[in-house]
Every structure is written in structure tokens, then in C-alpha cells.
């Protein structure tokens, strides 16, 4: 099947602001490597999901996605549904801004307070120019409240966030990102504030959203079991690089790559284990600013040998769309 | 050895107009010493409000209108206030829910962790420095960072400073409120680790708060689980995790995804958390319990006691 989204080679770097000190002495210019070399496909109504620690990259890869970053800090090619984003000049093409939408972290910060929730969702029908007609527009913001289910979605139209619950507030989110009919939506951490009785409505309305209308997610957790139970791929990310990506099940139930074994072996698993032996890694993430040589994860890593510190490896693919990020493949021995 | 035992507490926040918010009605538990006990629940259900009772710490418009706090069998709620000062930070202290957020940004780790020694201990300025390393050393952070600032510290090391805060002096309950909501897997395994080792060493009892019932299992040996202000289930975490009893219980756990189960999304509990200014007649969760039935809406459940195990509800724990 021809992939909906293709990312080759992604590599994100933001500059660090020199001191005029700096500048005047000509020290070289330091920069945060927030993405590296990110090769990765998305299917139609496919979800793949983005798992990584905290400051791993996994936003900033959403919002080159997005096409949100200065043209000047992303390198690699974007492609949807078989054409790049830009055009030869470099400029977006128009309708990929109505194909992608993105809903953020958090539905207490990503709502205007001031602005009754049907003027929330109007924006981006307005700044499309989707109609000027106020019926019809009307009816589109009603249908995109009803889809998130918000219902009677007339009923919210005057309402503003603050009368809303964390998990309402949410679907005004998710019907805000609806309401231009988008091929794919790039969740980042949609539910990971809200509650857990709440968490699964929202989830269940996104797995409705695809069934029905065949959206795309690329879903961004830092949530390993969140991310088996919903998505068909999992590409994990550490430093900015992708250290394995494979099915969902297969990620999880036979990692390949050490830090994804460390990972599962230390994430929350719903039994009493307070005596078991985990594989706590030592210290803590370097600062993508220096980044280590070699394997990023070397100085971190329980199976590193000097190869590691010396050589960056090869994404080791295996037949079955496997990728692993490592000189060793131990598991994929038994195969 | 039981060392804290709460009786019956009931607390009240006054709000504006004469009306009253119910954040804790009537909870009852207790601790022993090197146990601990993780309060669980949702949003709102009264958590921090019960921890911050223990230290008498509640916000001016909070007040425990009933009920007993037994410190040691000492009364807590009827202690004179010089009592309460050799009980805070020195018998009882407590990691603030996000405080690890709330260093202060121009001042040095060294300078916030002296400034808690002195403020409590009454220390001279040198011994509250060497205490300070004592401290940063025992949550395993090298000293050669006491003279940074919170902005060069990652979510783990500033938690492991509140921790150390929380250490300053001696005490034999720590209260962790949400000590790892928002840090990583791996970096909340790491903290984990560390606290159980310093209650080892330390011989500490722990309170965890937490909404997260997949930490359970890793950190604590009995679990109250708390809706609406009303503990309405209390166990040891096996029992808890493999028997719940309690039908917000069972609806909560089964809100995780558990890899190696069935793949499936997770449930949902249907409904809003009550509103916590009314007190309904009947069991607070019946109006979003899957199992109620009509004199669940009339008659407040009695506790049922099974070894231990205590839960609040008309059923008798039937599972899901
Ligand atoms: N505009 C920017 N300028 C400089 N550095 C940035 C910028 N945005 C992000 N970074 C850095 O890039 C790295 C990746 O950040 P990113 O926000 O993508 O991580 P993340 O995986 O989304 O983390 P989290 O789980 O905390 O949201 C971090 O080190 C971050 O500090
Ligand atoms: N100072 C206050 N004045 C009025 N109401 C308050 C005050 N502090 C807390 N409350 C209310 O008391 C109830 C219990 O709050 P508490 O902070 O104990 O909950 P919690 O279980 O710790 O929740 P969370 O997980 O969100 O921290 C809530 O309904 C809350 O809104
Ligand atoms: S008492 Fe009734 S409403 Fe309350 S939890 Fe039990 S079955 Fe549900
Ligand atoms: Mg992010
Ligand atoms: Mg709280």
C-alpha cells in the first residue's frame, strides 16, 4: 500500500542563542539536536505511535510534520500522498494545512478562554475560507461537536472552556482539529492530562474517527502500554533517534533494542513486584546539545561495547519490517 | 507497629455565599511503621486534603470538622501549636504535589536546602551546609552541584532535592503527594529505587499519593482508594490488584491498559466525579456505578471487613 505520510531523513536543529561575547570571539554555533535522521511511513486510517521519554523529540518531530518549524532548522523530505509538502520554491503547498491537523497536550492551555467554543472552532474553517455562508457554517461546527461527541452539539456552541470538563474540553480539541476533515491527525499526548476514567472516551472517539472516515494518527505518549493498546506501529525515540520501530505487538513483547528492553522491563505493569530485579539505567539522558558519539544511547547502555562509543549503527531492518538501532540483534537470533 | 491512625475525619472547605465544599468525609486508616500506604483516586477525590490534615497543614478556608488524628496515640487535631512544630518536618514531613516546579529560580540548591535545615532545625549556617551535603548525598546527587541552580537540574534531580528537603529533619513519616506524576518511566523507576532504600536505611513509614494505580505494585504495601472525599477501599496492594471488591475499583483498574491481557482499549467510568458541595443520600458512586441497584441510591453502604480487606458498597464484591 502507498504511504499516506513519508518522512526521510528528518533531522531538526535549533540553534542556541550565542552571547555577543560569543559571537564577537567567533565561537562555533552549538545546536540542540532534537531530531536525527527520522525515516518513518504513515497508512491511510494507520496509527502509529511516537513513544519516548521526555525531551526525546517526540514533539518536535510532530511539528515538522506540522510543517510548524522554520523552514531553516529541518532538513529531509516530506511526503504526502506522493507529493512533497513543498513546492520547488519551497513554499507549503496550500491544502496540506487542511489534510493535517494537530491536537496538543494540554486542553486547559490549547482553548482561547475568552472565545465561546463555536468562535474556537469557526477559526479554522475562517482562515481556510471554507464558507462564507453562517448556516452552513454553522452546521459544519455542529457536526464537528456531534462527531466528537459533544451532543447536541448546538448546545455547546455558546459555551466557553472554563464551563466544561477536562475531558469535554478535550473533544472541543478534537472537533477544532475535525472540523476541516483531515487525513491525519498528530496527537500529542491527547489524554495524558486527564483523567483515566476519562481517557478511554476520548481514545474511543479517536479509533471511531479512523474507522469511519479512515484518519490517520501519528499519536505522540510518552505511554508504552497506551501506545501497544491503540496503536499498529510504534517507532521509539531516544535523543532524537529512532532506536527501534516495528508492529505494536512485536515492540513490545520482543524488543530488540536495549533501551526499549529497559524501558518495558522498568515500566508500571499492574502486579506486586517490589522484590523483582529491574534493569534500572544509570544516571541520566545527556543533553541533546552534546551529543554522545556513536550510539547516542552508549554511555547509558548495559550492553555497550567500544564499538559503540566509536561507530554509529546501522538501522538493521529485518524481513518483517522490524528496525532495530543497535550493533547487536540478540533477539532476532532465535528467529 | 502502628504509628499514625486516623478515625472518622471529616473536612470542609468554606467557600463564598455560606457554602460548603465535603472534601473529606469521614476517613478512616492507619500506619504502620515501615509500611507503606498509597491514598488513590481520581482528581478531586481529597487526597492532598487528607495529607495536609495529618500535618495540620489545610488552607485557611479548611477546617476538620470531625474525627481523630493519632500521632504515636497522641492527638493531633487537639495539639498545642508548639506541639504541632516539633511534629511538622521533624515527625511528619511531606514532598509537596508539584513542588519540584516551585524552587526557587535564583537561588542556588545549596542555598534552598540550607534555608529548609535552618528554618526547622535552628542550625548554625556550617552545620546546615554539611548537612546539606549529607542530605544531596543520601538522594544521590554529587555535591559538586550544591552550588547550581534549579534550571540546571533535571525533573528527577529537583525531585530528589524535595526529597532531601523532605529528609532535612529526621522524620519518621514522609508524605510523597504525586512524588513522580510527571517524571519519565525510567526516571520514576529510579526514585522508586531510591526511596525504598532510604526507608530502609532510614526505617520510614510512607504515604504515596498518587492517581496512578499502575505504580502500586512497585512501591507500597497497603492502598486506600479514595472517591469523593470517602476511602471506599482499603487492602493490600495483591488484593487490591487481583480482588477488588469495590466497583470503582474495579471499573478504575480496568481504565490501564495491561500489556500481555487483552488488546483492547481500555474502559471508561461513565459520568462526572459528584459534586463534592452536596452530600446525596446513598453511596456517593451510584450514579455512575454499572452495578447499582435502587437501594444503592437510598442507603449509604456499610464497610464490609474480609482479613483486612475493607470495602464500602451493597454488593459483595462480586468482580466486574
Ligand atoms: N524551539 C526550540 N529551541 C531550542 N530547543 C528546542 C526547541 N524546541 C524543543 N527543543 C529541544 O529539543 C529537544 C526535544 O524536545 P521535544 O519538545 O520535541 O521533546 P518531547 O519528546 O516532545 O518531550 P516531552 O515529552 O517533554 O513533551 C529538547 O531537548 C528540547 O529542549
Ligand atoms: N482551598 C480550597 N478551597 C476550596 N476547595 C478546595 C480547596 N482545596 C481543595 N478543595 C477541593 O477539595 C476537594 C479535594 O481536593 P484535593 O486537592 O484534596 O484533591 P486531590 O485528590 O488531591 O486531587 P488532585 O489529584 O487533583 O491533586 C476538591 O473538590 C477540591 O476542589
Ligand atoms: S453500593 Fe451500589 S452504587 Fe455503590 S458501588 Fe456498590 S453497587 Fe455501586
Ligand atoms: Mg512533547
Ligand atoms: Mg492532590
Known sequence: MKPLLKLEHI??????????????RNTPQKLVHAVNNISLEVAEGEILAIVGESGSGKTTLGKAVNALHDSDVVKGQITFNGQSIFDSKGKLLPEYRKDISMIFQDPYQSLNPKHTIEKIIAEPLMIHKVTKDKVEMRNLIIEALNHAGLSPGESFLNRYPHELSGGQRQRVVIASALVLNPKLIIADEPVSMLDVSVRSDILRLMMKLREEKKISYLFITHDISLAWAISDHIAVMYLGTMMEYGKADEVIEKPLNPYTQALINVMPKMHVRRNEKRVLLKGETPNPIDMPSGCSFHPRCPKAQSICKNVKPMPDWDKHGHMNYCHFNEEASHE | MEILNVKDLKIEFNLSGHRKLHAVNGVSFSLNKGETLALVGESGSGKT???LSLMKLLPDNGSIVEGEILYKNQSVINASAEKIRSLRWKEISIIFQGAMNALNPVLTIEKQLMDVIMHHDHLEENEARIRAEELLKMVEIDVTRLKQYPHQFSGGMRQRVMIAMALACNPKIVIGDEPTTALDVMVQAQIFDLLERLKKVLELSMIIITHDLSILGDTCDKVAVMYAGEIVEYGEVQDIYCHPKHPYTQKLLSSYPVIGGKKALPE???GI???????????????????????????????KVENGHRYFCHLGGESL
Open chain 1, 11 to 24: 533531522e531538526v536543529k535549533f540553534p542556541i542563542k550565542r552571547s555577543l561575547l560569543e559571537v564577537i
Open chain 2, 273 to 303: 466525579p459528584m459534586d463534592m458541595t452536596q452530600i446525596p443520600v446513598g453511596c456517593k458512586f451510584a450514579p455512575r456505578c454499572h452495578k447499582a441497584m435502587p437501594i444503592c441510591f437510598e442507603e449509604a453502604p456499610i464497610q
Open chain 2, 268 to 270: 471508561s467510568i461513565p
Open chain 2, 49 to 51: 486534603t487528607t495529607a
